[in-house]
């Protein structure tokens, strides 16, 4: 998230997903990295990184695509996550 503090690391992955205008559509976590300009932590191999709700405030990452109008959704197996845009 952005704040008084200057530009969270998540932010490009905001930016870049609030430009979409897909449906659903797949991101590696290569692009991911690349988005972002450096890596994922390890935790990012657990699904409950890419939660989509919890009451931890501190997982800035879900901000950064729920603010963008999504829900993700890691493929199990895999280093990808599937991107789908919230209804409103």
Known sequence: MTGEWGMGKYDPLRDF?????????FLSFNDIEEIIGGPLPP???????????SDDNSRVQREAWRVAGYDDFKIAG????KFRKVAQ
């Open 17 to 25: 997903l609030a430009l979409r205008k897909d449906e659903e559509f």
């Open 43 to 53: 935790s990012a191999q657990r699904p409950q990184w890419w939660e989509n709700s």
């Open 78 to 81: 895999s280093d990808r996550v």
